[in-house]
Every structure is written in structure tokens, then in C-alpha cells.
């Protein structure tokens, strides 16, 4: 059982970054893809960024690619999405997600991964 929890969401006027931060409660040679995603009210959770196993291959949704970086520290067990350039359209609860399926490079659905974290709210105003 994997477990996963985001912090690092809050508050951010437009223009402005933030840091989320997804610790994993095991070893990260047990996962293997991970990824984030992000639900707005009323819409359905959508792709943002994933990256594989050794952080050597990373993928984006054209919704943010150039203001999100993804990335990990497979000796922290934690994974880091950096947004820069926030825009009121980036709030959204954000979730990191990880797979345990060592044939998957990197996803993009939803149900390519196993385990969710919590989510972590991030607020951008205008």
C-alpha cells in the first residue's frame, strides 16, 4: 500500500508560483509513473504533468507546459510540481497520483495509476 499526501497549495495572486510537494509513504522503487492532476469545481479531473520512473521523461498538458515543471527525489520518496506563472484558471484541487506498473513510462488517464493522494487546494486571484 502506497500512500501518498500533497502540501505546499494556498493562496497566489496571478503571475505568482507555488511549490506542491507529493510525499509517498514507501519506497519509490514500489511506484513507478508518477503524476498530477487537478479538478476544478464543477469539472472533471484533468491530466497536468507526469514523469517516469527514473525523471528522465516528462509529459504536460498544452494547458500549462512552459509554467509547470515536474520533477522527483526518488531518495526523498517525493515528487514536486513547480508553477510559475499562475493564472486564475490554474484554481483547481491538485492530485498526485503514482503507478505501480513497471511497463508504464508515463501516464496520462486516470486510471493508468493506483494510488491518490488527498489533493491540495490552490487558490490563484486575479
Known amino acids: 500500500q502506497v500512500r501518498l499526501v500533497e502540501s505546499g497549495g494556498g493562496l497566489v495572486q496571478a503571475g505568482g508560483s507555488l511549490r506542491l510537494s507529493c510525499a509517498a509513504s514507501e519506497r519509490t522503487t514500489s511506484t513507478y509513473a508518477m503524476g498530477w492532476f487537478r479538478q476544478a469545481p464543477g469539472k472533471e479531473r484533468e491530466f497536468i504533468a507526469t514523469?517516469?520512473?527514473?525523471?528522465?521523461?516528462?509529459y504536460y498538458a498544452d494547458s500549462v507546459k512552459g509554467r509547470f515543471t515536474i520533477s522527483r527525489d526518488n531518495v526523498k520518496n517525493t515528487k514536486y510540481l513547480q508553477m510559475n506563472g499562475l493564472k486564475p484558471e490554474d484554481t483547481a484541487v491538485y492530485y498526485c497520483?503514482?503507478?505501480?506498473?513497471?511497463?508504464?513510462?508515463?501516464?496520462?488517464?486516470?486510471?493508468?495509476?493506483?494510488?491518490w493522494g488527498q489533493g491540495t487546494q490552490v487558490t490563484v486571484s486575479s
Open positions: 514523469i517516469s520512473w527514473k525523471g528522465d521523461s516528462t
Open positions: 497520483a503514482a503507478s505501480i506498473d513497471p511497463q508504464l513510462q508515463f501516464g496520462v488517464q486516470l486510471d493508468e495509476y493506483d494510488y
